[in-house]
């Protein structure tokens, strides 16, 4: 059993190595076995060749996928996600974060045991659980961030969940190929950041078991300015709550359409764990 952990970047080569340190010492303190996807959208700095050079200098896991052009986080998620399933097998977890080095690593451990603990499809490190906390966000887009949560809690809940646009989430295997499965090609059709709310929508049919971790966002470590067309983002989250109210599309009977598995409950490669 492993642990993959999804980077989409663009233009993050001031971001890598920090982050990539991060990924060292959490493997070096709990033993824990890491393989980094990389999906490199289109950057036009030094974002890949700083990656393979970082993976190699501090032994980190390193799967690298380069898109030609810039093509938008959804795709970015997207090749990500395909490049999961291809490479990984039946028990592996998938945490998909932000490359900018605003989200901490070893939150990851965490989320991984209550996942385990609950039996969970999906864990979400949340800014609105307590113990949670924002550090170095604008006033402005922390109000966003917040807005968005409360207006999907009302008009498109999903169950388990408050923070709908946050993208540091960790899947276990098994639900990631029931949603391929369920919507093929038609699972990534946001571009944008907004894909993160429209694939937790997309979940909800297949009703999953979704469980938040509080996380301390650490916006003031961000090396480059934030990549957000914010115009874009607000049009585009609206639309998606719109699309949602609007659909008459019935929840798939998951008993008929697959045959359920269970998460593996095999441990990390974990030890000396206090």
Known sequence: MSLFVLLPAYNEQESIRPLFKKFQTLQQIFNIEIELILVDDGSSDRTAQTAIDESQSLGILLKLVQHPKNAGLGQAIKTGFTTFLEISKEGDFLAAMDCDNTQPPELLIKM???????????????????????????????????????????????????????????????????????????????????????????????????????????????????????????????????????????????????????????????GNRK
């Open 112 to 270: 991984y045991d209550t996942m385990i603990a609950g039996s969970y499809d999906i864990a979400i490190a949340s800014r609105y659980r307590k113990g949670s906390k924002v550090i170095g966000l604008s006033k402005f887009r922390e109000l966003l961030s917040y807005g968005a949560s409360w207006l999907f809690r009302i008009a498109a809940r999903v169950p388990g969940v408050k923070d709908y646009t946050c993208g540091y989430r960790l899947y276990n295997r098994t639900f990631l190929n029931k949603l391929d499965i369920y919507y093929g090609d038609n699972l990534f059709t946001e571009s944008g950041f907004a894909c993160m709310i429209d694939l937790l929508l997309k979940a909800k049919a297949l009703k999953p078991k979704i469980v938040e971790i509080p996380m301390v966002l650490r916006y003031d470590q961000k090396p480059t300015a934030s990549k957000m067309k914010i115009l874009k983002t607000i049009t585009r989250t609206l639309k998606l709550l719109f699309k949602n109210l609007a659909s008459t599309q019935p929840t798939s009977n998951l008993g008929q359409t697959f045959k359920e598995q269970e998460t593996v409950r095999i441990p990390l490669k974990i």
